[in-house]
């Protein structure tokens, strides 16, 4: 093997000590003061341009600094506090585009814990980027303060570095000591050295050496607070603080810095801690927080939002809620498991253009396989002895998260762990699931919202919220009595009158994944908050049709999550409740006795007697105003409701978020007495996306009949082709786009509508959901679901369409009749130009207008 090129420190008095720099040499220097680091720098910088060496200085720190444009080749600016992922991400980039054989300078590295708050972030920064150096054949100089790190922090550097120095000034005479020199020895290489004139001197007489020894050890004594990780450091700080009754000022100085390094960056959200955050609320969240970071959005929400209402003056909120239990995963637990396994040159392949889909799917499977330190582990099973065998769930809490305009509903995974068998298993299934949510950071969907809303390269850190499950034991199944989804805002009021400022509520019996989720063939109900006892359907023959058939929930026995028939479920008078919950079906009865059958309760699961009966409409809509008013905006929960042994709804708040409303407060004036040729679409209510007034270009159209006669494996090749035209309109402005279709859009049962996954329609402007005489294909009003959030998020105007019923034009002949230029987009899939049309509208001059005010919309030709 070919010997490494040797190159020059700039003091010939270094370069005989280490026999010279080789190139690919990281060199590190630990100083007491950046004075003695820049004394270093400087004649290596002068020595590597007198070479014509390429000379860039990476400029980050707050500290002075060392270098300026005439001294170097390239001076590259960067911001720390963008987050760790962004900071690496642009150092690697600027690596990269380098090339080979560069010289570098960094500031010095501790100052990134102003920014980061943790020495493993540091850690991980220099084990991520000192290789990548090594590999471009460059020489880097880097700092450290003596004593701002842990032993552990510098003991990774040790290990990573090829050059690792001691730096000491002892009033004024500068000492070398050599601790790392990689593929180098001399006899007094690493002695301590004394600078004489240009020269370094090993300290070879023993009493010289004592002396100067005990000047280094006294120098480097340091309490064990010191060498405590910085994050430690500013928590013990933040308890002194806290103990003391007469710092007020400086404990409110202290949730502020605090609230930077473990909340978030957002300024709204920060603003909102600020006031509704003690000292001790973020010392409580340090004692549950496994490793350092951010606790992600998700778990930030519903904080923010408990601590609202306690200190909600005019309602005593602590008799309404029930407690929560829960534990945070640090933010820089994710990049760790990232980078401790190897996969960072992988995330900046997938960081590119041409590899942000493409890598992602191999990162994602090896993601699901990585090994966590013995550190995190040791934290995890303490978590998990905790909570014992009381069911958990593991929930995502990403840092862009739950923010303003940023809900990033569904993207990410959750899991249920029932938490039986032996503390081997449920380890096992608890570290499972979190390799699966940090794999979900990858998966299509979460990378396609991302890329859309423009924060394809912002640091997407993934924390973890782990809750114990709301619920109790009933023989072999865990479960709450209801849980739902609450909005301030309701965005889909179905009937003249209704208010939408009341808010709405989408509740189940049992868990609450079908009522974040589309289920098909069953529905939550869903409750106007100003009309509770109005149901979105008007025949009483259609109560069972449009009600709950399944619950979700934890079979204890089984170890798993599953999903039971609410009439097997309920006749077993496993709920105490039940009066409260369902109601008798007295037609199923009538049926029984008119057959001659043994006529036995058979329920309907529609909470009329909780919502007529009891305060809990009432509360819920007071808690929702309450947090609006708070937030200053509409805002999204989660919930589950158990009641005490008084029969008393206790809340559950497990989530908080910002929810957006674009649209909704303005008005639109809808045209009057237009003939129907010239209207394509016309109803009253069933339509969602406030008021709108938007010229179409393009209508992408499902004929629901055709799409009952196609085949499994059609459907889902038709769901395929809908992803391929919406990807082929590009930017929505440039080609608005309806589409139209039986059933439900992003179904995963394709007898219930279309099955595309979000992604695969996110370029549409207005979806229509089309009632089919065929009774599988209908509309579903999920509003408060995750694919009703992506809707609202990406400003999809939403229509559930009943061409049967009075007062509904829909002109689908009209639209059979126009050209059809799938052959012209999609020549290879005209077999399916029977069922799919693509009309080119723009010469019909076709607007869609809606008013949210009087809850109508029409599509029609002309001006």
């Known amino acids: 093997m070919a010997p490494y090129a040797r190159v020059t420190t700039g003091m010939n008095g270094l370069d005989e000590i280490l026999n010279s720099l080789q190139m690919g040499d990281n060199v590190v220097l630990q100083v007491d003061d950046i004075a003695d680091y820049k004394r270093f720098v400087d004649p290596y910088v002068k020595a590597s341009m007198a070479a014509g060496r390429r000379v860039v200085y990476m400029r980050f720190a707050n500290h002075a600094p060392l270098l300026d444009e005439r001294e170097v080749s ?89 050059v690792l120095l001691d730096i000491y000034n002892q009033e004024g005479r500068i000492c070398v000591h050599p601790l790392k020199a990689w593929k180098r020895y001399t006899p007094t290489m690493f002695l301590p050295h004394i600078l004489e004139g240009d020269k370094f001197v090993p300290i070879l007489n023993s009493a010289d050496a004592a002396n100067i020894l005990s000047f280094l050890t006294d120098k480097n004594a340091t309490s064990g607070v010191r060498n405590l990780d910085y994050w430690e450091r500013i928590f013990l700080s933040a308890a002194r603080i806290s103990d003391n009754p007469d710092a007020a000022e400086e404990k ?30 973020l010392l409580e969240i340090k004692k549950r927080l496994i490793g350092t970071g951010f606790i992600g959005g998700k778990s930030v929400g519903m904080l923010l939002a ?66 966590f330190p013995d550190e995190v582990k040791e ?48 380890y096992r299934n608890f570290e499972d699931a979190v390799r699966k949510i940090f794999a979900s950071t990858m998966n299509e969907d979460a990378l396609t919202y991302r890329l859309q809303r423009g924060m394809a390269n912002q640091d997407e850190q ?27 805002y309701n965005t889909f009021v179905w009937q003249k009158g209704m208010d939408p400022k009341a808010g709405m509520l989408r509740i189940v019996f049992g868990l609450g994944t079908r009522a974040v989720n589309r289920v098909e063939n069953d529905y939550p109900r869903i409750v106007a908050l100003d009309a509770p006892l109005t149901k979105p359907y008007a025949r009483q023959e259609d109560v069972r049709r449009f009600s709950q058939r399944e619950v979700d929930l934890l079979n204890l026995c089984d170890n798993d999550f599953q999903s039971l028939s609410a009439d097997t479920l309920l006749s077993t008078e496993i ?66 409701v158990n009641f005490d042994m008084q029969g008393k709804a206790r809340i559950n708040l497990l989530q908080c978020r910002p929810f957006q409303t674009k649209g909704h407060y303005s008005r639109v004036e809808l045209p009057e ?27 992408i159209y499902v004929d629901p009949q055709g799409y009952t006669k196609l085949d499994l494996s059609q459907k889902y090749e038709l769901a395929r082709l809908v992803g391929k035209l919406n990807r082929q309109i590009g930017r929505r402005e440039a080609m608005p786009t309806i589409l139209l279709g039986p059933g439900r ?6 007898a219930m509508g279309v099955p595309v996954t979000f992604s695969e329609i996110n370029n549409i402007t207005a979806i229509g959901e089309i009632a089919y005489q065929d009774g599988s294909l209908i509309p579903d009003l999920s509003f408060g679901t995750h694919f009703f959030q992506d809707m609202v998020e990406m400003d999809i105007f939403y229509m559930a369409i009943y061409p049967e019923n009075d007062g509904v034009i829909f002109n689908s002949s009209w639209l059979k009749k126009q050209p059809n230029i799938l052959g012209d987009l999609m020549p290879e899939d005209t077999r399916f130009a029977e069922v799919l049309r693509v009309c080119d509208v723009r010469a019909k001059d076709l607007r869609l207008l809606s008013n949210i005010v009087t809850q109508e919309m029409i599509s029609f030709f002309g001006k």
């Open 74 to 162: 390239r001076v590259c600016v960067l911001n720390a506090n963008r987050g760790f992922e962004s900071f690496s991400t642009e150092v690697h980039n600027i690596i990269r585009d380098e090339g080979r054989d560069v010289f570098y300078v960094f500031d010095s590295l501790s100052d990134l814990l102003l920014a980061w708050a943790t020495d493993l972030m540091i850690g991980n920064f220099f084990v991520i980027t000192c290789p990548y150096l090594f590999e471009l054949n460059t020489v880097a100089y880097f700092a450290l303060l003596r004593s701002r790190h842990s032993f552990k922090t510098v003991a990774r550097i040790r290990e990573t570095t090829q």
């Open 252 to 281: 409110q100085d202290m949730v502020e810095t605090l609230s930077r390094v473990m909340i978030g960056r957002e300024t709204r959200m920060l603003a909102l801690v600020k006031e509704y955050f003690r000292l001790e609320d």
């Open 306 to 371: 408990r601590n609202i209402l306690h200190k909600d003056p005019t309602f005593d909120w602590n008799a309404e809620l029930e407690m929560h239990d829960s534990f945070y995963i640090g933010s820089d637990i994710f990049y760790s498991y990232m980078v401790q396994n190897g996969w960072w040159k992988l995330l900046m392949a997938q960081k590119t253009e041409e590899g942000y889909f493409e890598v992602a799917r191999e990162l994602q499977h090896k993601m699901l396989h990585g090994v």
């Open 379 to 426: 934290q995890f099973q303490l978590m998990l002895e905790y909570y014992g065998q009381a069911p958990i769930i593991v929930r995502s809490s990403s840092l862009l998260e739950d923010a303003f305009g940023n809900a990033f509903a569904g993207k990410y995974e959750s899991y249920f762990c029932v938490n039986q068998g032996t503390p081997e298993e449920r």
């Open 462 to 488: 993934m924390a973890l919220l782990v809750q114990r499950v709301s619920g109790s034991h009933r023989n072999a199944f865990f479960f709450p009595d209801l849980a739902g989804v609450g909005l301030s």
């Open 575 to 640: 709920e105490e409740h039940l009066d409260l919950i369902a109601s008798r079906d007295e037609a199923a009865a009538e049926y029984l006795r008119a057959s001659g059958r043994e006529v036995r309760d058979t329920w309907i699961i529609t909470f009329d007697e909780l919502l007529s009966s009891t305060p809990f409409a009432q509360t819920m809509a007071r808690l929702l105003k309450t947090l609006e008013s708070i937030y200053r905006y509409p805002v999204d929960i989660e919930f589950t």
């Open 673 to 699: 007495k237009l003939p129907k040729t010239k209207i394509l679409l016309k109803q009253e209510a069933n339509f969602m996306g406030g008021s709108v007034y938007q010229a179409i270009s393009r209508i």
């Open 745 to 750: 859009w992003g179904t995963t049962t394709p």
